[in-house]
């Protein structure tokens, strides 16, 4: 569904590119993003301070909370993967709530960014296995039995690339859904009455599919750490 305005497309027609931005939002706003992200991280850094204020605390509560949650499904081995997870899960998280401000378009809305970052989180669960195991990371996709293993590293090597169409899928059904039941309603009911409850539902929303894209890769990548059976 195409949205009738989008506010960094019109800014791109300042410089000739505004059907290159409205055939592409997803990567607009996907850069916006991630400008907003490195800019918060730049100020979040200067001024982090030895007595921290009420925003630093806030932070440090659900950093230090993710990072122990993931600890505690990996182990200590898992640490080293979480910047990349963290970097993710802000990210989703940002991009889903994009969908709540007019003129906005989430970015994970977009299959093409969620099969993007699918990748990228699947393929980091194979590099730390490898890391971990070298070349017995092999025995992950084998199986128990000699005599059927062939069959066995089929069957997971689809399992594997099965995760990236999971995680692609889940999280471009739900935002672009949530975008659809938005411009029905608004269509229907109207704009005075939608706001507030659509509202409420797509924080929710966001936030769990931004967890449940913390958590899996999380879960893979403990998967990947263990010794194979």
């Known amino acids: 569904m195409e949205h009738p305005y989008l506010f960094l497309t019109s800014l791109f027609s300042l410089f000739g590119l505004e059907d290159w931005a409205g055939a592409h939002p997803h990567v607009t706003y996907m850069w916006f993003a991630m400008i907003i992200l490195?800019?918060?991280?730049?100020?979040?850094?200067?001024?982090?301070?030895?007595?921290?204020?009420?925003?630093?605390?806030?932070?440090?509560?659900?950093?230090?909370?993710?990072?122990?949650?993931?600890?505690?499904?990996?182990?200590e081995e898992g640490r080293d993967s979480y910047p990349l997870l963290l970097t993710v899960f802000l990210f989703v998280l940002l991009g889903n709530l994009f969908g709540l401000v007019p003129g906005f378009y989430p970015p994970t809305a977009s299959i093409n960014t969620t099969v993007a970052l699918a990748i990228i989180v699947v393929a980091w669960s194979h590099v730390i296995g490898v890391k971990k195991h070298g070349a017995k990371y092999i025995k992950h996709f084998l199986g128990p039995v000699p005599a059927l293993m062939p069959l066995f590293f089929v069957i997971e090597v689809i399992g594997h690339l099965a995760r990236v169409l999971s995680l692609t899928l889940r999280l471009f059904g739900n935002m672009m859904g949530h975008e659809l039941v938005v411009g029905i309603l608004l269509m229907l009911a109207g704009p005075l009455l939608v706001p507030l409850p659509i509202m409420a539902m797509g924080i929710l929303v966001?936030?769990?599919q931004a967890i449940v894209f913390f958590l899996l890769p999380t879960m893979y990548i403990a998967g990947a750490i263990e010794e194979a059976h």
């Open 38 to 75: 490195v800019i918060l991280g730049w100020i979040g850094g200067k001024s982090v301070a030895l007595v921290p204020k009420t925003v630093q605390n806030v932070f440090e509560v659900i950093i230090s909370g993710l990072e122990e949650f993931m600890v505690g499904i990996t182990g």
């Open 206 to 208: 966001s936030l769990i």
